[in-house]
């Protein structure tokens, strides 16, 4: 998320000596989780905002290239700020933009109420959001000869019952007793991909339902580097515990570049890790 770190805004006002001390101060994940919503819970909603473009651009350049499409920046930029189409031949790229940022607006709000189930329909509903040419989110009928994902995946005959099974599984009383949450919403991620229930954007629901998840708890989102695209897919293909390892690889570096974005924005000592 290095792109999220080229403006330095100094907000000093509100803050005490022992922020200044929590921002050199190492520990766990969650102390770092804990610090950034206190920086967080002080940003000035101008600058949230701010944090927010730059953060949605990077998330969706690296998911893009995970899913084999590279957006230039001028791309990005021109689609996210809704800037006039001279170009017709422009017009596909904006809209799969504009979809991909729709459904992490999605995800956003969805985050803020825990009430909401994790369940078919809010899964069909970011499919939906995603190709909106579909009024209605099917499952696919048939194999995929041509796919970036070369893991086993279910046949079609078998996808309503393994779905049915996922969402069981997260709203089992022992998943969410005995799995910390970011390991439920990894392995979430891992199920759904070996489901793989839709004719496209499997990926990208599988990956924004687990950051839903992250989101609901206060985390950053997990967002998996351009460069560990390879790793991903073997990590796929693998197991869930290798798929587990690149998640958390991702979200801990997400939480060291967000925390350090915060950091200078306050003119606080950056951390380091």
């Known amino acids: 998320m290095t792109t999220l770190a080229r403006k330095r805004v100094t907000i000093s006002r509100g803050f005490t000596e022992d922020d ?4 050199s101060r190492s520990g766990s994940l969650e102390d770092k989780v804990g610090r ?5 819970a002080k940003t000035p909603a101008a600058a949230l905002a701010e944090y927010h473009a730059r953060l949605d651009m990077s998330w969706i350049h690296h998911d893009s290239a995970i899913e084999g499409v590279v957006y230039e920046a001028n791309e990005l930029t021109g689609a996210l700020r809704s800037a006039p189409v001279t170009d017709n031949t422009l017009i596909p790229v904006y809209d799969e933009i504009r979809q991909c940022k729709a459904a992490i607006d999605l995800i956003r709000r969805l985050s803020a109420d825990k009430k909401v189930p994790i369940d078919l329909e809010l899964m069909k509903q970011i ?3 995603l190709a909106p040419d579909e009024p209605e989110a099917k499952y696919r ?5 041509h796919r970036l994902y070369f893991h086993e995946i279910a046949t079609p005959d078998k996808i309503p019952l393994k779905m049915r099974a996922l969402v ?5 009383d022992d998943t969410l007793r005995t ?3 970011t390991r439920i919403a990894s392995r979430a ?4 991909l070996q489901v793989y229930p839709f004719p496209k954007h499997s990926g990208r629901v599988a990956r ?8 609901r708890e206060g985390y950053p989102p997990a967002i998996l580097h351009s460069t560990d695209r390879q790793r991903y897919y073997d990590a796929l293909r693998a197991s869930p515990e290798a798929t587990s390892q690149i998640v958390q690889e991702a979200l801990e570096n997400s939480v060291h570049s967000t925390l350090r974005y915060f950091q200078r924005l306050h003119g606080l000592k950056e951390e380091t890790f």
């Not at 200044?20 to 921002?23: T, Y």
């Not at 991620?189 to 759904?192: G, I, K, S, T, V």
Request: a negative charge.
């Open 20 to 23: 200044q001390v929590c921002a």
């Open 36 to 40: 950034l919503r206190r920086l967080e």
């Open 127 to 129: 499919y939906v959001t």
């Open 141 to 145: 009928k048939d194999m995929p000869l």
């Open 168 to 172: 069981q599984w997260l709203e089992d």
């Open 179 to 181: 799995m910390h949450v």
């Open 189 to 192: 991620h891992y199920m759904f």
């Open 208 to 215: 924004l339902i687990m950051n839903l998840m992250l989101l």
